[in-house]
C-alpha cells in the first residue's frame, strides 16, 4: 500500500499536535500537521487585507504560497520565506483558520500540498479530515478528544506560560464555537473515519496516550 500512514484527528486542543510530534519521533517518521497549513494560509490573507468571502482571491493565494516546515524541538513554520511561527499559534489565527477552512475550495486547493508529505519510511498526519479524507486509505487512524472544558483549561495553561493573558471562560466559548464550526460545515467535517481508535484523553497524560496508540499500531 505504500508508505505508512497514522492519521490522528479530532478536535482542538486534545492533544494532537503534542501526541503525533512526538510519536513521529519514536517511529522515525515524518509529521503533518495540517492546521497549521490551513494558519499560513489565514495569515497570508490577512497580510493582503483580503476579505473571508473573497473566494477567488484566497483561491489565488492559497495556490501562490510557500511554506517550508522545519521539525526541531517545535515546529517551524515559513510563509513565501518569512517565518511566522509567532502568529500561528494565536486564538485568532485559528479561529481565522477555521472559517477559511469550511471552503471546499480551499481544501481542494490544499489536498495535494498535504499528500505530498506521505514520504517514506512513514507519516504520522495530524487534522480533522486525516482518515476521512486527504488520506482514507491509511492503515491506521485514531480518534483523539477531551471534553471542552479539559480542551480549555489546557490551553489556558500553554497560554499563561508563554506569558499570553487568557480568560479562562472565553477561551471555552472560543473552542466550542470552533468546534461547532469544524463538525457541522459541509465539505470534511470533523467526525471519527471508520476503524479509527477513539481516546478520550480527558483524564489521561500524554505517555498514557502515547502508549495506547502505540499498542494499537503495533
Ligand atoms: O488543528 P488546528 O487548531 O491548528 O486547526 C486550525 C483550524 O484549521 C481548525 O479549526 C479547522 C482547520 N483545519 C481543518 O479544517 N482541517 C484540518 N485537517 C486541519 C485544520
Not at 130 to 141: D, H, I, L, Q, R
Request: proline fraction near 3%.
Amino acid at each position: 500500500m505504500g508508505t505508512p500512514v497514522l492519521t490522528i484527528d479530532g478536535p482542538s486542543g486534545a492533544g494532537k499536535g503534542t501526541v503525533s510530534r512526538l510519536l513521529a519521533k519514536q517511529l522515525g517518521w515524518h509529521y503533518l500537521d495540517s492546521g497549521s497549513i490551513y494558519r499560513s494560509l489565514a495569515i497570508a490573507l490577512a497580510k493582503q487585507d483580503v476579505r473571508v468571502d473573497d473566494v477567488a482571491m484566497i483561491v489565488k493565494i492559497a495556490k501562490a504560497m510557500v511554506l517550508e516546515f522545519e521539525c526541531d524541538e517545535g515546529l517551524v513554520v515559513k510563509l513565501d520565506k518569512e517565518d511566522i511561527t509567532a502568529q500561528l499559534g494565536l486564538e485568532s489565527t485559528g479561529n481565522a483558520a477555521s472559517i477559511i477552512a469550511a471552503l471546499p475550495e480551499v481544501r481542494e486547493v490544499l489536498l495535494q500540498k498535504q499528500q505530498d508529505f506521505r514520504q517514506a519510511p512513514g507519516l504520522v498526519a495530524d487534522g480533522r479530515d486525516m482518515g476521512t479524507v486527504v488520506f482514507p486509505n491509511a492503515e491506521k487512524k485514531v480518534f483523539l478528544t477531551a471534553s471542552s472544558e479539559k480542551r480549555a483549561e489546557r490551553r489556558y495553561k500553554q497560554l499563561k506560560e508563554k506569558g499570553i493573558d487568557a480568560n479562562l471562560a472565553s477561551l471555552t466559548k472560543e473552542i466550542e464555537e470552533r468546534d461547532r464550526r469544524d463538525r457541522e460545515r459541509a465539505t470534511a467535517p470533523l467526525r471519527m473515519a471508520s476503524g479509527a481508535l477513539f481516546i478520550d484523553s480527558s483524564d489521561m497524560t500524554i505517555d498514557a496516550v502515547i502508549n495506547k496508540v502505540l499498542d494499537f499500531i503495533q
